[in-house]
């Protein structure tokens, strides 16, 4: 995979609100694990109505470069590109492309959280924003799904924003927070996809910032 782990800045030209808010994407680090870890502990309950329950290991130094380490080799095998959200250069999240699927489909599933003191500043909205231009530019793929739980107005308003349609409902779709939850799925194609393209345009043809018109 070419994917560079290098931070990002893509920004839609004259949209100068996103350009005044630092939000970039990497890919995350081995390196990371320590600054995660500390963002995974102050975001714990925060966190815990959306997210799998987690052994006590996962809030830990060790479990956390763990965790990085089985990303990392995903990211390599080509299954992920597993991200975090930087805004002024410090973590402020985590955005990952799960599940990549090439051949017929060149699919992928987006996922992200955004920790409490970051929220309701448009960085999840930015953040999902490059993630697509990543997905559709770079990783050449044509469709991008997500799933919300139907009662998390807040990541619904995220999807909305960059495009996002919703699908339909899967009923009793993932436990978490002790019980099962219906998700509402939606999806996003590709601003090159015209029906019969496999595959995005030549290199060059394919500009930053496009995915955010359709």
Known sequence: MTVTDEPRVVTAP??????RQAV???????????????????????LRPWEPVREASYFTVEGQRANVHDLVRAHAAGEMWPGVILEDGEI?????????????LQSCFVGYWVAQDRAGRGVATEAVRQALDLAFGELGLHRVEAFTRVDNDRSQRVLARNGFTAVGVAR???????????????????PWDDGYALHPPAQGE????VCRSR
């Open 206 to 209: 394919y500009s930053q910032g």
């Open 24 to 46: 970039r994407l990497r890919a995350v680090r081995v390196g990371d694990a320590e600054e995660l870890t500390a963002l995974c502990l102050g975001n714990r309950e925060y």
């Open 14 to 19: 004259g949209d100068t609100a996103w350009a």
């Open 172 to 190: 009793r779709h993932i436990h978490v927070d002790g019980r099962w939850h219906d998700e509402r799925l939606f999806e996003r194609l590709a």
């Open 92 to 104: 402020a999240g985590r955005i990952t492309l799960n599940n990549i699927l090439r051949g017929p």
